[in-house]
């Protein structure tokens, strides 16, 4: 694709010359011609003038002209053929100029159609593991409504994240942490990792990272302040001993490396409040991943280490 986009680029600008060169050599022609009919308008009127046998000096003076007329015809003939060969070159630049355009064009479909089975492999995914986790939860015991947990009114409710855009995350953090000496290691892309996340719900998330195995990790911590669906978690997907009930405002996070943390609070100040609190007890060199921050920037601890995505090191 890259050569085809150079090969147009070349062939435009090409074709560009042979255009300017060949409006150029159509204007000395014009020019040669206009100046040829000139002169012989002028032999003519300077003919008409005669009368009966011309004097010496009117002879002079058609001789002279008759002499720029024939040097005209001259210039007239050369810029005809550079007109010629202007127009040939123009010729055979167009076509490789549509030529090269063809070739880009046909690339650019062709990277039309693979990105659009991609977007169609993404979408068919996120319905896939969407409709299985679904599934499982459905044939998993559950409180009646009426003794579901009363979600706090700053909290969110289980909005889950993206599965798509939390694999690309993934993918991202991986290379940050390959090449991050805080996480040097031996023999892998990088030393395994304490992943936590805050506001797991039932964990599916935790499932996902690590059937998905894009990082390393070592131990995987979730908790959520909803009982129902830690309890949910705990049984559907065997998630004992990994999630747990807990208050993301209280919460310790110093023994974590990697923190995943989808906003989990409604009101503003309180979502401060839990950013304070991470900034707080995070250790150094670790990751936060916190899509819908409130405010991260206030902190001179946090830098955002990927621009396109919400991934934040705690470098102080
Ligand atoms: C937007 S959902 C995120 C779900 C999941 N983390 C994901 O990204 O797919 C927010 C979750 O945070 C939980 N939550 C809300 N307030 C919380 C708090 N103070 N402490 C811990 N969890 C909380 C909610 O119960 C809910 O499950």
Redesign the pocket.
């Known amino acids: 694709m890259r050569r085809e986009k150079y090969e147009a680029t070349k062939a435009a600008l090409q074709f560009e010359d042979a255009l300017e060169a060949l409006d150029g050599a159509v204007r000395s022609r014009d020019f040669a011609r206009a100046k040829l009919d000139r002169l012989g308008a002028q032999m003519a009127d300077l003919i008409e003038t005669f009368d009966g046998a011309p004097n010496a000096r009117a002879l002079s003076t058609l001789k002279s002209l008759r002499h720029k007329f024939r040097f005209a015809e001259k210039a007239l003939e050369r810029t005809q053929a550079d007109c010629a060969r202007a127009r040939r070159a123009y010729g055979e630049l167009h076509e490789v100029y549509v030529e090269a355009m063809d070739r880009l064009h046909h690339q650019l479909i062709a990277r039309q159609d693979e990105m659009d089975v991609a977007h169609r492999i993404s979408a068919a995914s996120e319905r896939a593991f969407t409709t299985m986790v679904a599934e499982v939860l459905n044939r998993t015991d559950r409180p009646d409504e009426k003794d579901l947990f009363k979600?706090?009114d700053?909290?969110?409710?289980?909005?889950?994240?993206a599965v798509s855009k939390?694999l690309e995350t993934l993918i991202r953090l991986d290379a940050l942490l390959s090449n991050d000496p805080d996480f040097d290691d031996a023999n892998l892309r990088h030393r395994p990792v304490s992943y936590l996340?805050?506001?797991?719900?039932h964990g599916?998330?935790i499932l996902l990272t690590r059937a998905a195995r894009l990082i390393h990790v070592g131990d995987y911590r979730g908790?959520?302040?909803?009982p129902d669906?830690v309890e949910l978690g705990r049984k559907a997907f065997g998630l004992n001993g990994t999630i747990e009930v807990?208050?993301?405002?209280d919460y310790d996070y110093a023994p974590h490396d990697v923190i995943?943390?989808?906003?989990?609070?409604r009101t503003a100040a309180l979502q401060a409040r839990?950013e304070a609190r991470m900034a707080d007890t995070m250790p150094a060199g670790s990751y936060l991943i916190a899509p819908l921050a409130e405010d991260l920037t206030i902190y001179p601890e946090f830098s955002r280490v990927c621009t396109a995505l919400d991934i934040w090191k705690k470098t102080g």
């Open positions: 979600r706090p700053d909290s969110y409710d289980y909005i889950p994240f939390y996340e805050v506001g797991c719900g599916r998330n908790f959520d302040i909803n669906l807990a208050d993301a405002l995943f943390s989808y906003r989990p609070i839990l």
